[in-house]
């Protein structure tokens, strides 16, 4: 069986976790103990030298990175739907990721780590970022339902999790309309799992 380890609390492992729930696959869940440390203990630098959650593990494969854990389960279990194999829509994918893996990261991200875990972080530069990524966000969205494709992917799943937690630092979604409809698109999928302090977009 899989074994993920993870912070409960954190966005990167909830998004392999709604991954795993929408490919319907059993896991064990492994709680790696921040406070104390656990995640930069030698056993666990074994599986991920950057001493991070989330990694995977699968019978004799290990997989460090929530957006490369999503392309293994897409391309492993996904029976092609999540991650396409025509050049330009897997480009378009991978854009994406790496947009979760950067903008999102040093943007929503940051401002969570902040006020709700009280993390220093340079609040303009954040803030800044945030903007920018939901504009740019909004305005695909006004014209597509999905991210990066026609249909939904793990694009989506992966910028997912610091959007629909960007409330927790005081980041107010309400002006972005076509932000919100892809969130409920994403909150309706079947296998759909939430975590504390996520927010549910309400009908409108
Ligand atoms: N690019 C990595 C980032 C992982 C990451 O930042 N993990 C955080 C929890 S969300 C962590 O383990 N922080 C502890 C640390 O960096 O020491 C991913 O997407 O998995």
């Known amino acids: 069986m899989m074994s993920l ?17 929408l490919l319907g696959l059993d896991y064990r869940s492994i709680a790696v103990n921040g406070g104390q ?26 997989i460090r990175d929530s957006q490369a854990i ?5 391309k492993h279990y996904g029976k092609g739907y999540w991650l396409p194999d025509q050049a330009d829509r897997l480009a378009n994918v991978i854009a ?18 902040h006020y709700q875990f009280g993390r220093p972080v340079n609040l303009d530069e954040a803030e800044q970022i945030t903007a920018n990524l939901l504009h740019i966000m909004q305005i695909r969205l006004e014209q597509h339902d999905w991210l990066a494709d026609d ?7 992966a910028v997912y999790p610091y959007i629909a937690l960007a409330p927790d630092g005081k980041v107010d979604l309400v002006s972005y309309p076509a932000i919100l409809v892809w969130m409920r698109k994403i909150q309706a999928l079947p296998g759909y799992v939430s975590m504390p302090g996520m927010w549910i977009a309400q009908q409108p």
């Open 151 to 157: 249909q939904a992917s793990i694009a989506d799943i």
């Open 5 to 21: 380890y993870e912070f409960a609390l954190s966005g990167n492992c909830h998004k392999v976790r709604l991954m795993l729930s």
């Open 96 to 113: 994406w990721l790496a947009t979760a893996a950067n903008e999102v990261a040093q943007g929503p991200n940051r401002l969570r780590l």
């Open 70 to 74: 999503l392309v293994y389960l897409a």
């Open 37 to 62: 440390r656990q995640h930069k203990s030698p056993a666990f630098i074994a599986m991920n030298p950057f001493g991070q959650v989330p990694v995977l593990t699968d019978g004799t494969v290990t």
